[in-house]
């Protein structure tokens, strides 16, 4: 995953951003409906290979001569290496830094279709719901449509991420 001493931090793709900055960010500035895009790293294969041989050594994400001869006819990122990249660019645009409190999960995870070494992917994220807790009114839950898109728009992963976060204003 290219990015730091090789590549610029990921950036926002648009004039839509969050109102107030991520090290300010709580609950009451996540609205449903708001849609962001962020973007972009670029996968190596160096980087495939390096994430499967600790974390995945499937052969078709960690040895190119294998995956050519394999069903995507050419090396792929394991699913859960395209997740920690969706997960980097979250962490660094979306997610507060001063209120997230914990997560209770991700819904309906899904690769539509495979990372290959060369492309260049941005995040697209939607806020789905924000609801206060009622149990712990100085808290609210934030539902979280996050998409990665490769540089053909291709979705190649899609995820409900669920966050418990900080209230400004207690209740």
């Known amino acids: 995953m290219q990015q730091g001493a090789t590549q610029p931090a990921t950036r926002s793709l648009g004039e839509n951003d969050f109102a107030a900055p991520i090290d300010d960010r709580y609950f009451e500035d996540y609205l449903p409906g708001a849609g962001y895009e962020y973007g972009y790293i670029t996968v190596t294969e160096a980087d495939i290979v390096q994430f499967a041989t600790a974390f995945d050594p499937q052969p078709i994400h960690a040895d190119p001569g294998f995956a050519a001869t394999g069903p995507f006819g050419g090396l792929i990122a394991s699913g859960w290496h395209t997740a920690a990249i969706m997960m980097r660019m979250f962490v660094d645009h979306c997610l507060s830094h001063v ?3 914990a997560s209770p999960g991700i819904d309906e995870l899904r690769w539509p279709a495979p990372v290959r070494p060369g492309d260049s992917l941005r995040l697209r994220a939607t806020v789905v719901e924000a609801r206060r807790s009622r149990s712990k009114p100085d808290r609210g839950l ?4 996050a998409e990665l898109i490769n540089q ?3 979705v ?16």
């Open 99 to 101: 209120a997230s409190l």
């Open 142 to 145: 934030v539902r979280t449509r």
């Open 152 to 154: 053909d728009d291709q």
């Open 156 to 171: 190649v992963l899609e995820l409900t991420a669920m966050n418990i976060l900080r209230a400004r204003d207690p209740g």
